[in-house]
């Protein structure tokens, strides 16, 4: 397997990353992985959505000198001054940083704009400027809109249903006239529905696997938007670690000025995955009493279904996605139970 091979040399020739967004459930991911590899890794987050908690869960799970590889920054990707600072003698980007959310752009497209264009904008021009060798970003599936296409190839996209999908879709165009003006190599990763340990179950706009989890663990009401045949390619945030760390070091010529679908190219709907996620905590917890899901109304902005193709990713990147959604929901219903328990989550 690729991913295994770069680790491995990671480990011998370490790099120094920034990783914006670091405090939030992707970019706590990463920078865990990164420094369980030696790398030196600079941090960035403003905890508008990211916590601090997240840092200390990343803490404990290092020994001291791998964390002491670690510098954090507090600071906003809106302020270029900042993002000049934090680039600086970078090898690679990974940019995590953005105002995610469907909804929450429909309730607030000026902010999402904000950060999400113009502070993507900052981190782009500051990283070409400084020198950086690698700039990788999160894009969205959420760029496929009203297409009706399955499974979704990259080179095909449909009318964008969001504000949310028109700033991704706008780094994608940015990052192709900077290769083009500039030779900058950078590379977009289209997300899938990720979820995995440290995703926020909390607030309006949290994602429908943690919400759930901890609505069922809390014996609260759990709805499905729609009639529950939506369905998504829910993707294990361990696939998500991977992507990135290989879209930063492939050398592949041909890798760069693309987007990529990052994802584990399955499908599942709503009314499979309550049920899936019903009985492994039943499974795992035999006294949990579980309520019964309540239907109500489809969401404004919302694609109908989801899935996608990876032959790219696979053919350029050396991508292999190593969880499907039952392996990914096996792991992210044990740390869900142990940290809501605990009251971190």
């Known amino acids: 397997m690729k991913y295994n091979q770069i680790k491995e040399n990671l480990k011998q020739n370490p790099k120094i990353w920034l990783v914006t967004g670091c405090a939030g459930f992707i970019g706590s991911n990463l920078i865990e992985t990164l420094l369980l590899l030696d790398q030196k890794v600079i941090g960035l987050d403003n905890f508008v959505?990211?916590?601090k908690y997240n840092l200390e869960d990343v803490k404990n799970s290092l020994t001291p000198s791998q964390w002491n590889n670690f510098n954090f920054i507090e600071g906003d990707i809106t302020n270029y001054k900042t993002c000049l600072e934090v680039t600086l003698d970078v090898d690679i980007v990974l940019h995590q940083a953005?105002?995610?959310?469907?909804?929450?752009?429909?309730?607030?497209?000026?902010?999402?704009?904000?950060?999400?264009?113009?502070?993507?904008?900052?981190?782009l021009t500051a990283a070409k400027d400084n020198g950086v060798k690698r700039f990788v970003y999160a894009s969205s599936s959420s760029v496929y809109g009203?297409?009706?296409?399955?499974?979704?190839?990259?080179?095909?996209?449909g009318n964008l249903l969001s504000p949310y999908a028109v700033t991704k879709y706008a780094n994608e165009l940015y990052m192709d006239v900077f290769y083009k003006c500039y030779n900058f190599e950078s590379i977009g990763l289209r997300y899938f529905n990720v979820f995995g340990k440290r995703q926020d179950p909390n607030g309006a706009y949290a994602a429908v696997i943690p919400k759930w989890i901890s609505q069922m663990?809390?014996?609260?009401?759990?709805?499905i938007n729609g009639d529950g045949e939506t369905s998504r390619d829910f993707t294990y945030i361990d696939n998500?670690?991977?992507?990135n760390i290989l879209a930063g070091t492939t050398t592949n010529p041909n890798a760069f000025a693309k987007a990529y679908n990052t994802a584990a190219a399955g499908r599942e709907t709503l009314n499979n995955l309550f049920f899936a996620i019903k009985n492994g905590l039943e499974e795992k917890l035999p006294n949990l009493k579980i309520k019964n899901v309540i239907y109500r109304d489809f969401r404004a902005g919302d694609i109908r279904h989801s899935n996608a193709n990876i032959d790219q990713a696979k053919v350029l990147l050396g991508y292999e996605p190593?969880?499907?959604?039952?392996?990914?929901?096996?792991?992210?219903l044990e740390w869900y139970i142990n940290n809501i328990k605990k009251g971190k989550s």
């Open 146 to 157: 009203d297409s009706l296409e399955l499974p979704k190839i990259e080179s095909r996209t």
């Open 98 to 123: 953005a105002l995610g959310s469907v909804p929450r752009s429909i309730d607030n497209p000026i902010n999402s704009n904000a950060s999400n264009v113009s502070g993507f904008l900052n981190m």
């Open 240 to 243: 998500v670690v991977q992507s």
């Open 217 to 223: 663990l809390h014996g609260e009401d759990v709805f």
């Open 322 to 332: 190593t969880h499907r959604l039952k392996e990914g929901l096996e792991e992210s």
């Open 49 to 51: 959505t990211g916590h």
